[in-house]
T-cell receptor, first 115, second 112 residues
Framework: DAGVTQSPTHLIKTRGQHVTLRCSPI?????VSWYQQVLGQGPQFIFQYYEKEERGRGNFPDRFSARQFPNYSSELNVNALLLGDSALYLC??????????????FGPGTRLTVL | GQQLNQSPQSMFIQEGEDVSMNCTSSSIFNTWLWYKQEPGEGPVLLIALYKAGELTSNGRLTAQFGITRKDSFLNISASIPSDVGIYFCAGQLQGGSEKLVFGKGTKLTVNP
């Protein structure tokens, strides 16, 4: 079975531009979460979506937005890019079933570099 | 914001040795998860813990959910070179959303 997939793998942008990152969850998983991981740190929570609704938001500015589609895939959008947005962006999916409620499975990430 | 204190930051060990790492917090967690991340990849789930006091094994890995619900540890027995990577603890807060709070990671190096 395919795991979580993310695209693109790498991305280079300049300050002020916007970017869209995409994620497809594991088949059958309805919950998608986004995390930002800067070098040398653990992932930081950005958003969680379940059944196309936002269920949680981390401490990130309004330049960050996301949405979930009827097929449960998701997009993360970042506007007005700053140098500090350079990071690995991770998508995680979970089934939210009773036995594995909080088990989140991560994709390989999108490496964003802002110049 | 909430933080997990993960230690040690790094470990250099010989193949065959046992390894222990832990995470502590001032907050109570409903769930503890342990992940391993290798360069250029996303974190891979190793073990999930759901009950205070729970002890769970996955091959040579053993993890425990602390009785106070504020800590967890991970042990790796008889380490091998492929254990190299960064190990992260993550927790889901009591009464919080489903977001995971991560530690800063323990970088493990295994010398053959």
């Amino acid at each position: 079975d395919a795991g979580v997939t993310q695209s693109p793998t790498h991305l280079i942008k300049t300050r002020g531009q916007h970017v869209t990152l995409r994620c497809s969850p594991i088949s059958g998983h309805k919950s998608v979460s986004w995390y930002q991981q800067v070098l040398g740190q653990g992932p930081q929570f950005i958003f969680q979506y379940y059944e196309k609704e936002e269920r949680g938001r981390g401490n990130f500015p309004d330049r960050f937005s996301a949405r979930q589609f009827p097929n449960y895939s998701s997009e993360l959008n970042v506007n007005a890019l700053l140098l500090g947005d350079s990071a690995l962006y991770l998508c995680a999916s979970s089934s939210r079933d009773y036995r594995s409620y909080n088990e989140q499975f991560f994709g390989p990430g999108t490496r964003l570099t802002v110049l | 914001g909430q933080q997990l204190n993960q230690s040690p930051q790094s470990m250099f060990i010989q193949e065959g040795e046992d390894v222990s790492m832990n995470c502590t917090s001032s907050s109570i967690f409903n769930t503890w998860l342990w992940y391993k991340q290798e360069p250029g990849e996303g974190p891979v789930l190793l073990i999930a813990l759901y009950k205070a006091g729970e002890l769970t094994s996955n091959g040579r890995l053993t993890a425990q959910f602390g009785i106070t619900r504020k800590d967890s540890f991970l042990n790796i027995s008889a380490s091998i070179p492929s254990d190299v990577g960064i190990y992260f603890c993550a927790g889901q807060l009591q009464g919080g959303s489903e977001k995971l709070v991560f530690g800063k990671g323990t970088k493990l190096t295994v010398n053959p």
